[in-house]
Nanobody, 122 residues
Framework: QVQLVESGGGLVQAGGSLRLSCAAS????????MGWFRQAPGKEREFVVV????????YYADSVKGRFTISRDNAKSTVYLQMNSLKPEDTAVYYC???????????????WGQGTQVTVSS
């Protein structure tokens, strides 16, 4: 079992920055690739980024490439999402998730956090 808890969401103006954190507990954190997803009201859950177990591989959705940066600290069992140049369309609930593989598909992830709200005002 892996328990995931996100933090760091909030309200920010367009062009601003936020850093999300996802703290993991339970089974060995470094065994899992970690992904961030988001879901806006009335929309399906959307892939944002994934990082492999060591941090050597990262894959970003085109919509966030160049603005968001994922990183992980296996010693702290935490994954981070640095979000810069935020846009109103980034407004969503952001979820972190853990997978044994390396995927952009939500169905490949077995563990999910409860989500943290990010709201970007124009």
């Amino acid at each position: 079992q892996v328990q995931l808890v996100e933090s760091g969401g909030g309200l920010v103006q367009a062009g601003g920055s936020l850093r999300l954190s996802c703290a993991a507990s339970g089974r060995t954190f470094s065994s899992y690739a970690m992904g961030w997803f988001r879901q806006a009201p009335g929309k399906e859950r959307e892939f944002v980024v994934v990082i492999n177990w060591s941090g050597s591989m990262k894959y970003y959705a085109d919509s966030v490439k160049g603005r968001f940066t994922i990183s992980r600290d296996n010693a702290k069992s935490t994954v981070y999402l640095q979000m810069n140049s935020l846009k109103p369309e980034d407004t969503a609930v952001y979820y972190c998730a853990a997978t044994r593989g390396y995927s952009s598909r939500p169905s490949e992830y077995g563990y999910w956090g409860q989500g943290t709200q990010v709201t970007v005002s124009s």
